[in-house]
C-alpha cells in the first residue's frame, strides 16, 4: 500500500502564505500523478491543483495565479505554495495521489487551512 503523510497547515491571516507538503511511501509502483483537493464544511471536496508525472498542471479558477504545485520525484513529495490566502481558502486540504495500471486512489489524512483575522 501506499501512505501519504501531509503536513504544513494551520492558522494564517488573510494576504498570508502558507506551504503545504506531502510525501508518499510504501509500494508506489508507477505515479501518474499527484493533487491536492480540499472540502469546506457543507460542500463536496473540489480538486484545487494536479500535476502529472510528465509535469503538467492544471489549477482551479478560483486559486489560478496564487497557488503553486510542484513535485520532487526523488522524494516522492509533492507541495502547494498558497499565497495572497483568503478567507474562502479555508478548508480541510488533502493529498492524493494515482498508481499503478488501474491508477487506483490514495489519499492523505489532511491538514487544515484557517484563513482568519
Known amino acids: 500500500q501506499v501512505q501519504l503523510v501531509e503536513s504544513g497547515g494551520g492558522l494564517v491571516q488573510p494576504g498570508g502564505s502558507l506551504r503545504l507538503s506531502c510525501a508518499a511511501s510504501g509500494t508506489i509502483g508507477s505515479m501518474k500523478s499527484m493533487a491536492w483537493y480540499r472540502q469546506a464544511p457543507g460542500k463536496e471536496r473540489e480538486l484545487v491543483a494536479r500535476i502529472t508525472s510528465g509535469g503538467t498542471i492544471t489549477y482551479a479558477e478560483s486559486v489560478k495565479g496564487r497557488f503553486t504545485i510542484s513535485r520532487d520525484n526523488a522524494k516522492n513529495t509533492v507541495y502547494l505554495q498558497m499565497n495572497s490566502l483568503k478567507s474562502e481558502d479555508t478548508a480541510d486540504y488533502y493529498c492524493?495521489?494515482?498508481?499503478?495500471?488501474?491508477?487506483?486512489?490514495?489519499w492523505g489524512q489532511g491538514t487544515q487551512v484557517t484563513v482568519s483575522s
Open positions: 492524493n495521489v494515482r498508481v499503478g495500471p488501474f491508477q487506483l486512489n490514495y
